[in-house]
């Protein structure tokens, strides 16, 4: 999502040649180097046999992926919409926005829900970091970061927590209490550190582990108490911009997706991309597991929504009409995953009947870009944060 993409050149030292130049943040076994450009393409070189050239190792490269294309096809035999057809369609869809919340005096950018169903975290380009009652629409905690564009938070599965960052490169956790007038800053802890700005943040099972994505091309798993750093996820090969943990109680992998293009799927313990997926034309900018966890929805900036089969190992349908030519920001499935909701930078949101493909409602309401938007715990409401500077709870 380029808006929301920032770009940071490093200038210093090569720790290969030593000379000043801008250099390269890459990883290898793990651990992060500086080199510049010239010692990157001589260390790629190195260990080439007689007659291999970075040329002739590419086109291999591609011609195996030709391949395996080619064996996947092999094993599509239908179409979603084909299997689907015997399925009753969707009747009257009706959803009205039963309340906004307003109280952030810039672009909405990410928001979450509490596992009571309830109370709802929102951040924004103002810096702050708000607790709501979804409720009753009051403000029931505000943090003010050190920094504008704060484009992650997250609910801890306690409720006692919530985890926040962006151009800081942070991630930051603040414990709540039911004393409202609290000082939450003088209680915050710096967990994670990224090289570049952070775009998302989700706790895992725990309050004591968190996952984070960021604009330095990575995910990171870490230790909430201590800091540290328990694995990190290298395979990006630009910007990394959402991410979403599979659902279930062991759940061991996690889904991100970013500015190549690619939806990869990682194993936590190993920290090895399991699966990987490049069928989108632009950036993901948003991911979301299906509720069983068999499979994931993502939208781009290439005005698409798609669907992912883990175990058929391939897209198995295209959410798109020839009349949406914005943008996807934000996607959500419902909570018995026949509905996809999808939030677009023409202010909209559409709703999609995930079996058939066809969108069975648009929702209007939002005065800008629809920026973040995900559906309750219990599965009766669903919240979308804007551009407008307000959210609101749809019903």
Not at 71 to 78: P, Q, S, T
Request: include cysteine.
């Amino acid at each position: 999502m380029c808006d929301q993409t920032f770009l940071a050149i490093t200038f210093g030292p090569c720790d290969k040649c030593k000379s000043t130049k801008p250099l390269m943040n890459i990883y290898l076994k793990n651990e992060p180097i500086n080199y510049c450009s010239l010692c990157v393409e001589e260390m790629a070189c190195q260990g080439l046999g007689p007659n291999e050239t970075l040329t002739t190792l590419k086109t291999e490269s591609d011609n195996l992926k030709t391949k395996l294309e080619e064996e996947r096809a092999k094993l599509h035999d239908v179409e979603l919409h084909q299997v689907a057809e015997k399925v009753e369609s969707l009747g009257q869809f009706v959803m009205k926005t039963r309340r906004t919340l307003k109280g952030h005096g810039n672009k909405v950018l990410c928001m979450d829900w509490c596992k009571d169903k309830r109370r709802i975290v929102s951040s924004s380009q103002d810096g702050k970091v708000i607790v709501w009652d979804a409720f009753t629409t009051n403000k029931e905690h505000a943090v003010t970061m050190p920094c504008t564009w704060v484009m992650a938070c997250a609910y801890a599965p306690s409720g006692c927590a919530v985890a926040c960052g962006g151009l800081d490169n942070k991630c930051s956790v603040y414990p709540l209490s039911l004393d409202k007038n609290e000082n939450l800053a003088a209680k915050k802890k710096s967990v994670a550190m990224h090289t570049n700005y952070l775009s998302a943040c989700s706790f895992t099972n725990s309050d004591m582990q968190i996952l984070t994505s960021s604009g330095d091309g990575t995910c990171a798993l870490w230790d909430v108490e201590s800091g540290q750093l328990l694995q990190s996820f290298h395979g990006h090969a630009a910007d990394v911009l959402c991410l979403d943990l599979a659902p279930s109680e062991t759940g061991n992998t996690f889904v991100s997706g970013g500015c190549d293009k690619k939806a990869n799927v990682w194993d936590m313990r190993s920290g090895q991309c399991i699966q990987s997926f490049e069928t989108h034309e632009s950036d993901i900018n948003s991911i979301r597991y299906y509720p069983s966890g068999d499979a994931f929805a993502s939208g781009s900036d290439d005005a698409t929504c798609r669907l992912f089969d883990l175990r058929a190992d391939r897209e198995v349908a295209i959410y798109s009409k020839d009349s949406i030519i914005f943008g996807v920001s934000s996607v959500d499935f419902s909570l018995s995953g026949r509905l996809l909701f999808g939030g677009y930078n023409d202010y909209t949101i559409n709703v999609w009947d995930v079996l058939k493909g066809t969108r069975v409602s648009i929702l209007f309401g939002h005065e800008n870009r629809v920026s973040t938007l995900r559906v309750s715990p219990d599965g009766t409401a669903f919240c979308s944060g804007s551009w407008d500077h307000t959210l609101r709870i749809w019903a």
